[in-house]
């Protein structure tokens, strides 16, 4: 005990006195002196020094309350040690829920999400009861590492210890389904919910709004609203992402003015949500004014930006803004993304070359596929197919679909008989890497038909028949004066029909004039 004095010289008034020390076993005053010498600890070298007193002493064999302690402290201390807590765990047999929480919650806050699980199914595999506590974690760890099959057996779980009710486990049950997509079964946990919190419609509004069911987002949001619930930051920022893939500046507007009308701080993550509502819907002067007026911006607020002016076409402004941006600001992958889809757009080979390079060599970002992706639309848009081929094939990870995918779709633009093999080649990849996906054959077909290959088009035609491949009804969306009006393709039911495919007819023939577009294309969108 001499070496505790020294280690932690503030802690004397809570040392056993040396009577104690010899005592026949422990007692309720050793033990409560030691469960408050814990509260001084700092460091994991006092934590062992305790810990090895305790072992000595028989304390902490006969006493569940003081193992909890210590797995507390290596788990969630800053200074704990998770692989110490996790042998201990293991090793003990005195071990209560609370202590198997600890350890679950410490592997959850440092994203060892494989790590968390396995210690759920070793908690249960030794007869351990989880508690209401335990499985938010657990799920959690389903929905970011194990997915729903695992999901599945840990909500049953949660359903035979008559704890999935809660409200919290609830939550996090609808976080993992919508996170894997699974937003039935998302929605049957909210239904069965006999208490909801705001955070509850939250979950069920984000699982819609993510899975780009806006229409059921909203009938969510009046729900929310006729059950007295109010909205927060939370509910804000989700309606702000629905508003935005939907492009219903309306909606976007209404959201503003709630936030204005119930004076809801315009936070750093509220602005940004803001800003990209605004650019996504096309409104770039009300997103470049919510932007200038933030005092504050970080990284995903100059990012919204950059990709909004890239995506609308003004390569020049979003470049502008890369450059102010990196005066102060890191930028991250995101904001490359960005940069490389104006280099694209605006034809800019050699500068997106030069960012390209900027992001692995200056700022240490490895790329993503999607960067992969973005090089190979700066050259295949630009009508540089070799070139296009050149990079896939020097790329240091195998390309994805959407690689493959973009490089067919340079080929298509261009109209050119295949060169070299490259549109071929492009297409055995796309359609090895997803056999499945009924887009990828019709845009061979097309790319077929543009080149009079009449035969190989049918082909392609046929196989999409034998396997039942049925082309999903393109969907577009405008909003006029307030209104949202659908279109679908081969759909003339609409009122204005008629005059539409008039002036759809005035447009074709005129960009035929000018050679910005073959016959095929207006045919094929009928």
Same mark, same amino acid.
């Given at each position: 005990m001499r070496r505790l004095r020294i280690v932690m010289p503030i802690t004397h008034h809570c040392l056993l006195p040396k009577s104690s020390y010899h005592g026949k076993g422990p007692n309720f005053s050793r033990k409560h002196q030691c469960l408050s010498l814990f509260s001084f600890i700092s460091s994991m070298r006092q934590l062992l020094q305790i810990h090895s007193y305790l072992?000595? @002493?028989? %304390? %902490?064999?006969?006493?569940?309350?003081?193992?909890?302690?210590?797995?507390?402290?290596? +788990?969630? !201390? /800053?200074? #704990?040690?998770?692989? !110490?807590?996790? *042998?201990?765990?293991f090793r003990s047999s005195? *071990?209560? +829920?609370? @202590?198997w929480n600890h350890v679950i919650r410490g592997l959850c806050l440092n994203s060892l999400w494989e790590e968390a699980v396995a210690v759920?199914?070793?908690?249960?595999?030794? &007869?351990v009861t /989880? =508690?209401? %506590?335990?499985? /938010?974690f657990v799920i959690k760890s389903c929905a970011e590492f194990s997915g729903v099959c695992i999901g599945r057996q840990v909500h049953a779980d949660a359903i035979k210890n008559a704890v999935a009710s809660v409200v919290y486990v609830g939550n996090t049950l609808m976080h993992l389904y919508g996170t894997c997509g699974e937003n039935t079964d998302a929605r049957r946990v909210f239904d069965g919910m006999s208490h909801r919190t705001v955070v509850s419609w939250n979950t069920i509004l984000s699982v819609y709004v993510y899975s780009l069911m806006i229409g059921k987002a909203l009938e969510i949001l009046d729900e929310m609203m =006729? =059950? &007295?619930c109010e909205c927060d930051q939370t509910t804000y920022i989700a309606l702000l992402s629905a508003s935005a893939l939907m492009g219903s500046l309306a909606l976007g507007r209404w959201v503003h003015c709630q936030i204005i009308y119930r004076r809801e701080e315009v936070n750093l993550k509220l602005g940004t949500a803001l800003v990209n509502m605004y650019a996504k819907c096309g409104s770039l002067d009300l997103a470049v004014v919510m932007f200038e007026r933030m005092p504050e911006k970080n990284v995903w607020t100059w990012s919204a930006m950059i990709l909004a002016f890239a995506q609308n076409g003004s390569a020049q402004a979003s470049l502008d803004f890369f450059e102010q941006m990196n005066s102060s600001i890191k930028p991250n992958s995101v904001t490359f993304l960005g940069v490389l889809c104006a280099c694209s !757009?605006? #034809?800019?080979?050699?500068?997106g070359f030069g960012f390209f390079h900027d992001m692995i060599h200056l700022h240490h970002i490895q790329p993503e596929m999607s960067h992969? +992706? *973005?090089?190979?639309?700066?050259? #295949?848009? =630009?009508?540089?197919?070799?070139e296009a081929y050149g990079f896939i094939k020097s790329m240091p990870v195998e390309p994805d679909a959407v690689v493959w995918r973009t490089l067919l779709g340079a080929c298509q633009l261009h109209r050119t008989r295949d060169v070299r093999g490259i549109g071929e080649t492009a297409k055995r990849n796309l359609l090895t890497l997803e056999p499945s996906r009924c887009g990828n054959y019709v845009m061979v077909a097309n790319i077929y038909s543009d080149n009079g290959s009449w035969k190989e088009a049918a082909k392609v035609r046929s196989i999409m028949k034998e396997e039942g491949m049925k082309k999903i009804a393109g969907e577009s969306c405008i909003e006029v004066s307030g209104s949202n009006h659908r279109f679908f393709s081969g759909d003339d039911s609409c009122t204005n029909s008629d005059r539409i495919f008039q002036l759809l007819d005035w447009l074709h023939f005129h960009m035929k004039k000018h050679d910005v577009v073959g016959s095929k294309d207006y045919v094929q969108s009928q």
């Amino acid at each position: 005990m001499r070496r505790l004095r020294i280690v932690m010289p503030i802690t004397h008034h809570c040392l056993l006195p040396k009577s104690s020390y010899h005592g026949k076993g422990p007692n309720f005053s050793r033990k409560h002196q030691c469960l408050s010498l814990f509260s001084f600890i700092s460091s994991m070298r006092q934590l062992l020094q305790i810990h090895s007193y305790l072992l000595t @002493s028989g %304390l %902490l064999s006969s006493d569940k309350f003081l193992v909890s302690e210590i797995l507390r402290f290596c +788990s969630l !201390h /800053p200074s #704990g040690d998770l692989s !110490h807590a996790r *042998a201990l765990l293991f090793r003990s047999s005195s *071990a209560m +829920s609370s @202590s198997w929480n600890h350890v679950i919650r410490g592997l959850c806050l440092n994203s060892l999400w494989e790590e968390a699980v396995a210690v759920f199914l070793e908690m249960r595999r030794q &007869g351990v009861t /989880p =508690n209401e %506590l335990t499985y /938010p974690f657990v799920i959690k760890s389903c929905a970011e590492f194990s997915g729903v099959c695992i999901g599945r057996q840990v909500h049953a779980d949660a359903i035979k210890n008559a704890v999935a009710s809660v409200v919290y486990v609830g939550n996090t049950l609808m976080h993992l389904y919508g996170t894997c997509g699974e937003n039935t079964d998302a929605r049957r946990v909210f239904d069965g919910m006999s208490h909801r919190t705001v955070v509850s419609w939250n979950t069920i509004l984000s699982v819609y709004v993510y899975s780009l069911m806006i229409g059921k987002a909203l009938e969510i949001l009046d729900e929310m609203m =006729n =059950n &007295g619930c109010e909205c927060d930051q939370t509910t804000y920022i989700a309606l702000l992402s629905a508003s935005a893939l939907m492009g219903s500046l309306a909606l976007g507007r209404w959201v503003h003015c709630q936030i204005i009308y119930r004076r809801e701080e315009v936070n750093l993550k509220l602005g940004t949500a803001l800003v990209n509502m605004y650019a996504k819907c096309g409104s770039l002067d009300l997103a470049v004014v919510m932007f200038e007026r933030m005092p504050e911006k970080n990284v995903w607020t100059w990012s919204a930006m950059i990709l909004a002016f890239a995506q609308n076409g003004s390569a020049q402004a979003s470049l502008d803004f890369f450059e102010q941006m990196n005066s102060s600001i890191k930028p991250n992958s995101v904001t490359f993304l960005g940069v490389l889809c104006a280099c694209s !757009h605006a #034809g800019l080979i050699d500068t997106g070359f030069g960012f390209f390079h900027d992001m692995i060599h200056l700022h240490h970002i490895q790329p993503e596929m999607s960067h992969y +992706s *973005a090089m190979v639309d700066v050259l #295949g848009r =630009n009508g540089l197919l070799v070139e296009a081929y050149g990079f896939i094939k020097s790329m240091p990870v195998e390309p994805d679909a959407v690689v493959w995918r973009t490089l067919l779709g340079a080929c298509q633009l261009h109209r050119t008989r295949d060169v070299r093999g490259i549109g071929e080649t492009a297409k055995r990849n796309l359609l090895t890497l997803e056999p499945s996906r009924c887009g990828n054959y019709v845009m061979v077909a097309n790319i077929y038909s543009d080149n009079g290959s009449w035969k190989e088009a049918a082909k392609v035609r046929s196989i999409m028949k034998e396997e039942g491949m049925k082309k999903i009804a393109g969907e577009s969306c405008i909003e006029v004066s307030g209104s949202n009006h659908r279109f679908f393709s081969g759909d003339d039911s609409c009122t204005n029909s008629d005059r539409i495919f008039q002036l759809l007819d005035w447009l074709h023939f005129h960009m035929k004039k000018h050679d910005v577009v073959g016959s095929k294309d207006y045919v094929q969108s009928q």
